[in-house]
């Protein structure tokens, strides 16, 4: 209660006596001081916005266009052609403070004046805006500048000389661009071409064609219509349907993780890195705040969009039970931190004055140093944060509405960022290969109730001293929490600095007030929903495989001596890779950024190219001559660069699908090509959002998909640093020849193993159907008997649920729903709602009529176990 009375300002008490007034100097001064940084920031935030408005004019040009009137009005040059004349004929006459002619003239001019300096900031940003509205330097071979180019970067160097701001550039940018639905349709069919035989691909483009003439040039028009009128057509959407409509776990699916220099070590005791990396992030908010750092430039003459690093600090994700809500702070004045089991609010300011490292050591150590065990429910509480959206949001609007609950809640979510405090230590070791990896699962998922995934992000801080971030996805991309990170490591290395034995420079104020605990009450019914959560969280990191190692033998010095983009050799020889390992290729993503228009995020490279499977081809049968080899090679990195600089310059393919499919949702209209596109060759395009009812336009023929560990064909999915999440679910593998579909294999995965449920090895039996030389037939009487998953109980199989996986022997006998007729087979379909019965008819067989429902008719059953075969149908 000590610190609770150092925060009240002044108390009373009535007794009999009279009332006894009780001031605190103290406390007045904190809130005298507040108030005045508070209106210091108003005062640079007006200063920021006044010459952040007029950029590339300033004051200063002002006056001078102002003195150069006036000086021509004494030379008896009228410069304004009598428009001064007029003006000053306008103002009114009578007693006031421009009622002699002198003072008349000078306020006419000083009119005019404005008025022309108001006019040229309006050209120059114009012509700007024009100026980078061109990308024909993109396409250009290094070493080998046009003529146009070197004109069009002298004249935005001249335009842009001066000294930006942050966000000087943000009105001057130019829109994202709606692409010629001709041109996307193009590039998406030249994408998929290496996935599909030539009968599946005259078949898309039959569909893509019906789609251009008919349906597309609605759809396209509301697109445009939407560029004009937004900042931006395409990320209103992407961060509401991709990020804050999906309803899974932000853990290991969305969020990320950034690493420590794992080659230097600073210091090894825990509270003093904190104070040095806390002290430096305050630094660079307080940069951010009055928008002293310079804008990104590519080629140092080209600016980035800025958007993204307003909301890096003082930000935090609320959960709702159709759709999250982005809650940005103007300020924060302090950090929530997690320390086993229990929470703290620290504050990093002392009246006006940020903490200096070394006191904030001190505040760390203190809470390193506090032997209070955590209260009843506080220990996994965090947990809710990594399970289900709606459980969380349930169980907030529940538990987390009122009382002392609903006050630590705010102090959590309004914080600057959140500080978790572990107890293990992790760094990389080259003696120990799995060190690195450790460290990345760490920071990846924790131990699944130690990080507050909804925060923008968490500083992770073990024992030893090593840190590392876990960042929401939803407010940024991953290059801005770069920004950051390269600014603190910076300065908390070469600025901060620490003492020989470790600690921070400079003494500590041993009179600053410790950190407070947060006080719950949570009751046993939100208990119970947090352990629900924990074991959802818990089988989801449970189900990560995490690989991280050093790549020593070359780098990217030695692929671009061979000129050759780095970019485009990874991307190569991951297509090789996947090959040799799968022996097929499958729709690859590969995020690239758009920052180049205002607000602008990123765009999708399909980089499994007609190209790229040609080389991978040509090196599996190892009959080829080094010569065609390189040719080869050369072909494929050029491919894949024009399509990176495509995706860059507002020219992709899914960004454009993806909308366009949204605007069809929001119309109902139906489109065979878009649901094909969404649903059949690898889903790039639809997100999970609007798979689910009620949290899109529509939900009605849209077929979720769950990729088996380390498939790359569910993007939207994608986790740490762009690269694709392993998901708990299954994939099945079909040829589309006619309705309904053939099922050739099914794989299912769970519990890091994957089982294949097809009697035999699924990818020899697509090669097969593919090439038309066999099929594999499921039911009684079939070839390959099937192994089959028992799912025992009446919940269904998907990520948190009880359901337990089982692997009969071969020969085991068929099992076939009782409410299906013979011969058919009963599956589990997998939806974003839940599980639900479906029969898939074998040839020859009659489909059974509706069971009026379903799910009842598949849970309610005898006490025999049935046998359940799990499918998500998807045709390749």
Same mark, same amino acid.
């Given at each position: 209660m000590a610190e609770a009375h150092q925060a009240v300002a002044f108390q009373f008490t009535v007794t009999p006596e009279g009332v006894d007034f009780r001031l605190s100097r103290e406390a007045l001064k904190h809130v005298y001081l507040s108030g005045i940084n508070s209106w210091k920031k108003r005062l640079i935030r007006i200063k920021n916005g006044i010459l952040r408005g007029v950029y590339p004019g300033s004051p200063t040009s002002w006056l001078v266009v102002v003195m150069a009137t006036v000086g021509s009005s004494f030379c008896n040059v009228d410069v304004s052609l009598?428009?001064?004349?007029?003006?000053?004929?306008?103002?009114?006459?009578?007693?006031?403070?421009?009622?002699?002619?002198?003072?008349?003239? $000078?306020?006419?001019?000083?009119?005019?004046?404005?008025?022309?300096?108001?006019?040229?900031?309006?050209?120059? /940003?114009?012509?700007?805006?024009?100026?980078?509205?061109?990308?024909?330097?993109?396409?250009?071979?290094?070493?080998?500048? #046009?003529?146009?180019?070197?004109?069009?970067?002298?004249?935005?160097?001249?335009?842009?000389?001066?000294?930006?701001?942050?966000? #000087?550039?943000?009105?001057?940018?130019?829109?994202?661009?709606?692409?010629?639905v001709s041109a996307t349709i193009q590039r998406y069919l030249e994408s998929v071409r290496p996935l599909l035989d030539d009968e599946e691909y005259y078949r898309m483009e039959m569909l893509a064609k019906e789609f251009q003439n008919k349906t597309a040039p609605r759809l396209q028009k509301y697109l445009v219509l939407k560029s004009w009128w937004a900042s931006n057509y395409v990320s209103d959407w992407w961060e509401e349907y991709i990020y804050l409509r999906g309803r899974s776990p932000l853990m290991v699916n969305s969020n990320y993780y950034v690493m420590d220099l794992v080659l230097i070590k600073n210091t090894d005791v825990q509270a003093a890195r904190l104070g040095n990396i806390i002290h430096a992030m305050i630094m660079y908010r307080r940069k951010l705040d009055r928008e002293e750092i310079k804008p990104v430039m590519a080629l140092g003459i080209v600016p980035m969009c800025s958007y993204q690093m307003e909301r890096m600090f003082n930000t935090t994700r609320v959960p709702g039970k159709e759709t999250d809500v982005l809650q940005h702070l103007s300020d924060s004045r302090h950090v929530a931190v997690y320390h086993k089991g229990r929470f703290f609010k620290l504050w990093l300011y002392e009246g006006s004055c940020l903490l200096k490292p070394q006191d904030l050591e001190m505040q760390f150590q203190r809470i390193l140093d506090d032997p209070s065990p955590p209260q009843p429910g506080e220990e996994k509480l965090a947990a809710l944060t990594a399970g289900g959206r709606v459980e969380w949001a349930q169980a907030r609007q529940a538990f987390f509405s009122s009382g002392k609950n609903k006050a630590a809640l705010e102090a959590i979510e309004r914080a600057a960022f959140f500080v978790a405090l572990d107890e293990e230590s992790y760094r990389y070791d080259p003696e120990d290969e799995a060190s690195l990896s450790l460290y990345g699962k760490a920071l990846l998922?924790?131990?699944?109730?130690?990080?507050?995934?909804?925060?923008?992000?968490?500083?992770?801080?073990?024992?030893?001293?090593?840190?590392?971030?876990?960042?929401?996805?939803?407010?940024? !991309?991953?290059?801005?929490?770069?920004?950051?990170?390269?600014?603190?490591?910076?300065? !908390?290395?070469?600025?901060?600095?620490?003492?020989?034995?470790?600690?921070?420079?400079?003494?500590?104020?041993?009179?600053?007030?410790?950190?407070? /605990?947060?006080?719950?009450?949570?009751?046993?019914?939100?208990?119970?929903?947090?352990? #629900?959560?924990?074991?959802?969280?818990?089988?989801?990191?449970? !189900?990560?495989?995490?690989?991280?190692?050093?790549?020593?033998?070359?780098?990217?010095?030695?692929?671009?001596?061979?000129?050759?983009?780095?970019?485009?050799?990874?991307?190569?020889?991951?297509? $090789?890779?996947?090959?040799?390992d799968r022996g097929k290729f499958c729709l690859t993503y590969e995020a690239s950024m758009t920052r180049m228009f205002r607000e602008g995020r990123t765009e999708t490279v399909r980089s499994c190219t007609s190209e790229s499977t040609a080389f991978v081809q040509a090196m599996v049968e190892k009959s080829h001559a080094k010569a065609d080899l390189r040719d080869l090679f050369q072909k494929a990195a050029k491919k894949h660069q024009n399509m990176y600089r495509l995706a860059m310059t507002g020219a992709g393919i899914d960004r454009h699908l993806f909308c366009l499919y949204l605007v069809?949702?929001?119309?109902?209209?139906?489109?065979?090509?878009?649901?094909?596109?969404?649903?059949?060759?690898?889903?790039? $395009?639809?997100?999970?959002?609007? $798979?689910?009812?009620?949290?899109?336009?529509?939900?009605?023929?849209?077929?979720?998909?769950?990729?088996?560990a380390g498939s790359p064909e569910a993007p939207w999915r994608a986790g740490p640093a762009f690269l694709p999440t392993p998901q708990l679910g299954l994939r099945s593998w079909a040829q589309r020849e006619q309705h309904p579909l053939r099922v050739v294999g099914v794989l299912v995965t769970g519990n890091r193993q994957t089982y294949d449920l097809s009697g035999g090895d699924s990818t020899t039996e697509i090669s097969e159907a593919v090439a038309g030389r066999g099929r594999a037939e499921w039911g009684p009487g079939s070839s390959h008997k099937p192994y089959v998953a028992c799912a025992k109980g009446t919940t269904g199989w998907w990520p948190g649920s009880s359901c337990t996986l089982s692997r009969t022997m071969p020969g085991s006998e068929?099992?076939?729903?009782?409410?299906?007729?013979?011969?058919?087979?009963?599956?589990w379909r997998l939806t974003g709602c839940g599980l639900h019965c479906r029969c898939s008819r074998n040839p020859g067989v009659s489909p059974p009529a509706r069971s009026p429902n379903p799910r009842s008719a598949c849970l309610t059953q005898s006490s025999t176990p049935i046998t359940w075969v799990l499918e998500v149908a998807l045709a390749l």
């Amino acid at each position: 209660m000590a610190e609770a009375h150092q925060a009240v300002a002044f108390q009373f008490t009535v007794t009999p006596e009279g009332v006894d007034f009780r001031l605190s100097r103290e406390a007045l001064k904190h809130v005298y001081l507040s108030g005045i940084n508070s209106w210091k920031k108003r005062l640079i935030r007006i200063k920021n916005g006044i010459l952040r408005g007029v950029y590339p004019g300033s004051p200063t040009s002002w006056l001078v266009v102002v003195m150069a009137t006036v000086g021509s009005s004494f030379c008896n040059v009228d410069v304004s052609l009598g428009l001064v004349g007029c003006i000053q004929r306008c103002l009114p006459q009578g007693c006031g403070p421009y009622q002699t002619p002198q003072t008349r003239a $000078l306020l006419s001019m000083a009119i005019f004046s404005t008025g022309v300096w108001v006019t040229g900031i309006f050209f120059f /940003r114009q012509t700007l805006k024009l100026l980078l509205s061109y990308h024909g330097w993109m396409f250009e071979m290094h070493g080998k500048t #046009s003529n146009l180019t070197r004109i069009w970067a002298m004249c935005v160097r001249l335009l842009s000389s001066r000294h930006p701001m942050l966000y #000087s550039f943000q009105t001057s940018l130019p829109k994202l661009p709606v692409p010629r639905v001709s041109a996307t349709i193009q590039r998406y069919l030249e994408s998929v071409r290496p996935l599909l035989d030539d009968e599946e691909y005259y078949r898309m483009e039959m569909l893509a064609k019906e789609f251009q003439n008919k349906t597309a040039p609605r759809l396209q028009k509301y697109l445009v219509l939407k560029s004009w009128w937004a900042s931006n057509y395409v990320s209103d959407w992407w961060e509401e349907y991709i990020y804050l409509r999906g309803r899974s776990p932000l853990m290991v699916n969305s969020n990320y993780y950034v690493m420590d220099l794992v080659l230097i070590k600073n210091t090894d005791v825990q509270a003093a890195r904190l104070g040095n990396i806390i002290h430096a992030m305050i630094m660079y908010r307080r940069k951010l705040d009055r928008e002293e750092i310079k804008p990104v430039m590519a080629l140092g003459i080209v600016p980035m969009c800025s958007y993204q690093m307003e909301r890096m600090f003082n930000t935090t994700r609320v959960p709702g039970k159709e759709t999250d809500v982005l809650q940005h702070l103007s300020d924060s004045r302090h950090v929530a931190v997690y320390h086993k089991g229990r929470f703290f609010k620290l504050w990093l300011y002392e009246g006006s004055c940020l903490l200096k490292p070394q006191d904030l050591e001190m505040q760390f150590q203190r809470i390193l140093d506090d032997p209070s065990p955590p209260q009843p429910g506080e220990e996994k509480l965090a947990a809710l944060t990594a399970g289900g959206r709606v459980e969380w949001a349930q169980a907030r609007q529940a538990f987390f509405s009122s009382g002392k609950n609903k006050a630590a809640l705010e102090a959590i979510e309004r914080a600057a960022f959140f500080v978790a405090l572990d107890e293990e230590s992790y760094r990389y070791d080259p003696e120990d290969e799995a060190s690195l990896s450790l460290y990345g699962k760490a920071l990846l998922h924790g131990n699944c109730y130690n990080r507050w995934f909804d925060k923008s992000f968490t500083l992770i801080s073990f024992k030893n001293g090593q840190l590392g971030l876990n960042a929401e996805h939803a407010w940024a !991309d991953a290059p801005i929490i770069g920004h950051l990170w390269e600014f603190v490591l910076g300065t !908390d290395s070469f600025h901060l600095g620490y003492t020989e034995t470790g600690h921070c420079l400079g003494k500590p104020n041993p009179a600053l007030p410790p950190p407070t /605990r947060l006080q719950w009450d949570i009751p046993k019914q939100c208990q119970a929903v947090i352990e #629900s959560s924990y074991q959802v969280a818990k089988a989801l990191a449970d !189900d990560v495989e995490l690989y991280c190692f050093q790549f020593l033998p070359f780098g990217k010095g030695l692929i671009k001596k061979c000129r050759t983009s780095p970019d485009a050799f990874v991307q190569i020889a991951l297509q $090789l890779a996947h090959f040799r390992d799968r022996g097929k290729f499958c729709l690859t993503y590969e995020a690239s950024m758009t920052r180049m228009f205002r607000e602008g995020r990123t765009e999708t490279v399909r980089s499994c190219t007609s190209e790229s499977t040609a080389f991978v081809q040509a090196m599996v049968e190892k009959s080829h001559a080094k010569a065609d080899l390189r040719d080869l090679f050369q072909k494929a990195a050029k491919k894949h660069q024009n399509m990176y600089r495509l995706a860059m310059t507002g020219a992709g393919i899914d960004r454009h699908l993806f909308c366009l499919y949204l605007v069809s949702k929001y119309l109902g209209v139906s489109s065979p090509f878009l649901a094909e596109v969404s649903t059949v060759v690898g889903c790039v $395009l639809c997100p999970t959002a609007l $798979l689910h009812p009620g949290l899109g336009p529509s939900h009605e023929g849209a077929q979720p998909v769950f990729c088996l560990a380390g498939s790359p064909e569910a993007p939207w999915r994608a986790g740490p640093a762009f690269l694709p999440t392993p998901q708990l679910g299954l994939r099945s593998w079909a040829q589309r020849e006619q309705h309904p579909l053939r099922v050739v294999g099914v794989l299912v995965t769970g519990n890091r193993q994957t089982y294949d449920l097809s009697g035999g090895d699924s990818t020899t039996e697509i090669s097969e159907a593919v090439a038309g030389r066999g099929r594999a037939e499921w039911g009684p009487g079939s070839s390959h008997k099937p192994y089959v998953a028992c799912a025992k109980g009446t919940t269904g199989w998907w990520p948190g649920s009880s359901c337990t996986l089982s692997r009969t022997m071969p020969g085991s006998e068929y099992v076939a729903d009782t409410t299906c007729r013979t011969g058919a087979l009963g599956v589990w379909r997998l939806t974003g709602c839940g599980l639900h019965c479906r029969c898939s008819r074998n040839p020859g067989v009659s489909p059974p009529a509706r069971s009026p429902n379903p799910r009842s008719a598949c849970l309610t059953q005898s006490s025999t176990p049935i046998t359940w075969v799990l499918e998500v149908a998807l045709a390749l």
